[in-house]
T-cell receptor, first 114, second 112 residues
Framework: AQSVTQPDIHITVSEGASLELRCNYSYGATPYLFWYVQSPGQGLQLLLKYFSGDTLVQGIKGFEAEFKRSQSSFNLRKPSVHWSDAAEYFC????????????FGQGTRLTINP | NAGVTQTPKFQVLKTGQSMTLQCAQDMNHNSMYWYRQDPGMGLRLIYYSASEGTTDKGEVPNGYNVSRLNKREFSLRLESAAPSQTSVYFCAGGSSSTDTQYFGPGTRLTVL
């Protein structure tokens, strides 16, 4: 069965600093990988996704993620965070095309210091 | 184009009461999903519908039922609410062309 681990429950960074959020997955085949962001009291918004091809994917809001098969990782990065990036971030893995049954990680809460 | 909408936004129930959470999408998605979100556990899939007329269990289906009323609507029913069902419930629509799920704003349910 597939699973996703986000090792960091809470991360605090200063505004303007770089960010890396970790995600490790367990899945037998080539996974479909996603990063979603959830602002307080809101639903989830897709940041980026990886299905195949170039292992470095670009998303919205200046985020990028790199798929590393050898490490079973899909870490999310941003060169310089803004106060508006404070939110909870979820990594997810999907199984099949079409009706995706997503499995989510526990989430990482990001706090930005001014 | 409202995307995925959910009603109600908030609900408080007493143990044993029943209720239906409503979800509708105007994005012409074939698949729809119900998740629950609990602190420290991410989102867990309750039920999903791969297409109109079909439904399947997810990871945590016990205590819930669903109905795919038509292509647009997918409802979640709690027949006899329990405190363990206190959670935030999210509905999502899935695009088969982009293999991506789009989420509604959520329903915060408290069972006393």
């Amino acid at each position: 069965a597939q699973s996703v681990t986000q090792p960091d429950i809470h991360i605090t960074v200063s505004e303007g600093a770089s960010l890396e959020l970790r995600c490790n997955y367990s899945y037998g085949a080539t996974p479909y990988l996603f990063w979603y962001v959830q602002s307080p009291g809101q639903g989830l918004q897709l940041l980026l996704k990886y299905f195949s091809g170039d292992t470095l994917v670009q998303g919205i809001k200046g985020f990028e993620a790199e798929f590393k098969r050898s490490q079973s990782s899909f870490n999310l990065r941003k060169p310089s965070v803004h106060w508006s990036d404070a939110a909870e971030y979820f990594c997810a893995v999907g199984s099949v095309q079409g009706a995706q049954k997503l499995v989510f990680g526990q989430g990482t809460r990001l706090t930005i210091n001014p | 184009n409202a995307g995925v909408t959910q009603t109600p936004k908030f609900q408080v129930l007493k143990t044993g009461q029943s209720m239906t959470l409503q979800c509708a999408q105007d994005m012409n998605h074939n698949s729809m999903y119900w998740y629950r979100q609990d602190p420290g556990m991410g989102l867990r899939l309750i039920y999903y519908s791969a297409s109109e007329g079909t439904t399947d269990k997810g990871e945590v289906p016990n205590g819930y039922n669903v109905s795919r009323l038509n292509k647009r609507e997918f409802s979640l029913r709690l027949e006899s609410a329990a405190p363990s069902q206190t959670s935030v419930y999210f509905c999502a629509g899935g695009s088969s062309s982009t293999d991506t799920q789009y989420f509604g704003p959520g329903t915060r349910l408290t069972v006393l």
